[in-house]
């Protein structure tokens, strides 16, 4: 009976999916949280010697990695000349050690000849293709010194034709990719990198110097998340602590990041609006600083007026930027029909929601700049209405004027953030157009019967439980499937070269799956390849599930097995293990 109720849940969460849209209304559905999904894709070729000879684009990296929220988000490096160098599969953030891993992952990055940006694109779409969370923004960030040099073997043609297929895969899946060009010598491609970031809506930058970097990543991570860099004060330092005002605003940041940049290392206090210095770092002060960049995360702030002090080296520039993370999301409220006539006044309403639940932070609407924008869709002309914002809400009207489909939003503004509602469709056309069913929903039932909606779910209904035994004695199946050949496994010390004597390990006494973790015998040493599963696959072959950070190559080539891939007789696969300095060889024999 447990392993039927296993499998039933499943069923039983579609056969509620399918009956919700008939119940009585709900309430709007909550907006996802601010997580990022974010690859990071690099030029390493060795031009970079020259046009970042103190490898500041790592550096910019590593900010953006410390700007990264403290638990959920995830990134991935991808590091490219006219080939993969190195590649790190989506990594998911949830402690300090996981950013230090990242970070000492683009500390080991070299250089290689040649450049090919379609490589970088193309493997920084696969890498989100294939690990992406549900729920998550995706981005790419790509940056690069140059213009392409192709290697033997190659053609620009060829390298076209895979830039514009990784281009529409992105605008496919929805990610937006960010291009930085660093136009070190004058002879940067600048048309190409434009088009890269119009055609996915993103944004291109470039800068003549390495030096401004961590400033364009700071922009980058704010227009995202549709934040705003908050410059501060700068100054030039005199090699005494100088004082620079820094305001919370409002209750609802959830996160103030703020951004030193120097030449030099920094030193810096914090004093709260007590007037108390904070220990640095904390529970509730993340402070991570480089020979470029300092960043210090105040978690939850305190509303109300700090100071940072900074102690630098005497006549060094020091630039402060500020960015708040808010868990805030702009919620506009169903509208009473979604067919409309021409003429026909129609009132809009939306509030701001924080930690899911609307918010009563009066000082979240002071100075609220809200906007209506109203898209015909006929003409693709859109027309902004200006609404009014108080702690009551967001409210406001307009008229339809023609007998045409329309797309409309909100969205709101002030120093600090902007935010947009989800858009939603109306039509005033005679004929009905093509409208989204209005919240009022159902159709009308006659009198005494059930309505079309709700004979539509019971059929739904019956029909998903008809298909039970079906699911049921597939997914028993798949659960219970037997292995077939054996696993050869060798373990490398990649400080000393010393490999072990190989293991075989025959996989017919494991039904279903079998941890790596399992194949090494619990040993405490290789605890991460838990996340390593291996599942009997179609004609006798493995599949290989890869939920951890451990580096899996194939070929001499790192590719990632988030959400699996097939593994054939003979094949050879190399894993190399984050938390000790070893690696696994694995040939599969059938």
């Given amino acids: 009976m447990k392993i039927f109720g296993t499998l039933l849940r499943p069923v039983v969460l579609l056969l509620l999916a399918a009956l919700a849209p008939y119940t009585a209304l709900a309430a709007p559905a909550a907006a996802t949280d601010m997580r ?44 490219y000349t006219d080939q993969i160098m190195r590649e790190k599969a989506l990594l998911e953030i949830n402690s300090a050690a996981d950013k230090e891993n990242l970070k000492s992952f683009i500390d080991q990055l070299s250089r290689g000849p040649y450049t090919d940006i379609a490589v970088g694109v193309s493997e920084a779409v696969k890498v989100l293709e294939s690990g992406t969370e549900q729920g998550h923004v995706p981005l790419i960030v790509l940056l690069t010194d140059g213009n392409n040099s192709l290697g033997a073997g190659k053609t620009q043609q060829q390298s076209d ?24 010598d004058g002879q940067l491609n600048q048309t190409v990198l434009e088009h890269i970031s119009d055609e996915t809506k993103g944004k291109s930058f470039v800068t003549s110097t390495a030096d401004n970097l961590p400033q364009i990543l700071s922009e980058i991570y704010a227009s995202h998340f549709k934040l705003k860099v908050v410059p501060l004060t700068g100054f030039e330092a005199n090699g005494q602590f100088q004082e620079v005002a820094v305001k919370i605003p409002n209750a609802s940041v959830q996160e103030a990041n703020i951004s030193i940049i120097s030449p030099h290392p920094v030193e810096l206090k914090l004093i709260d609006p007590s007037g108390m210095e904070q220990e640095m770092p904390s529970d509730r002060l993340v402070y991570t600083a480089s020979n470029a960049y300092s ?20 006549q060094d520039k020091i630039n402060i930027n500020l960015i708040y993370n808010y868990d805030l999301q702009l919620i506009m409220e169903p509208l009473a029909s979604n067919t409309l006539n021409p003429g026909e006044e129609v009132a809009v309403k939306a509030y701001l929601e924080s930690n899911g639940q609307k918010t009563d932070d009066v000082d979240l609407y002071n100075n609220l700049k809200a906007t209506l924008l ?47 509602t989800q858009p939603v469709k109306i039509t005033a056309k005679p004929t009905g157009g093509t409208p989204e069913p209005g919240p ?43 292995f077939v050949g054996q696993l050869v496994i060798e373990v490398k010390d990649e400080d000393t070269g010393e490999r072990t004597n190989p293991q075989y390990r025959k996989l017919h006494a494991f039904k279903g799956k079998v941890t ?34 451990c580096v899996i190559e194939k070929g001499g080539r790192v590719f990632d097995a988030g959400q699996g891939k097939e593994i054939r007789g003979n094949d050879r696969i190399r894993i190399s293990l984050q938390n000790v300095n070893k690696s696994i060889g694995l040939e599969y024999l059938k």
């Fill in 516 to 549: 790596l973790h399992q194949l090494l015998q619990l040993a405490p040493e290789f605890a991460e390849t838990r996340e390593i599963v291996f599942r009997p696959g179609p004609n006798d072959t493995l599949v290989l599930h890869n939920a951890g950070s």
């Fill in 161 to 184: 034709e895979m830039l514009e297929d990784a281009i529409q895969r992105a605008k496919d899946k929805g990610i937006p990719i960010y291009t930085i060009g660093l136009n070190a």
């Fill in 440 to 482: 009022q929903a159902d159709a009308a039932a006659p009198a005494g019967g059930l309505s079309m909606g709700v004979w539509a779910a019971i059929i739904a209904g019956v029909l998903v439980l008809a298909g039970i035994a079906a699911y049921a004695l597939s997914a028993y199946r798949k659960a219970n499937k037997g």
């Fill in 36 to 79: 990022m999904d974010a690859v990071l894709s690099v030029d390493v070729s060795t031009s970079m010697n020259e046009s970042d000879v103190n490898n500041v684009s790592y550096e910019a990296m590593k900010m953006f990695v410390d700007m990264a929220s403290v638990q959920g988000d995830k990134i991935g490096i991808v590091a």
């Fill in 295 to 314: 960043l210090l995360k105040i978690l939850s702030p305190v509303q109300g007026d700090w100071k940072l002090q900074v102690k630098g080296v005497p």
């Fill in 374 to 420: 109203v898209t015909d869709l006929d003409t693709n002309q859109t027309e902004e209405k200006p609404l009014t914002a108080d702690v009551q809400g967001i409210a406001g009207s307009f008229k339809v004027a023609e007998p045409h489909d329309y797309e409309i939003k909100v969205q709101v503004e002030d120093a600090n953030f902007l935010r947009e």
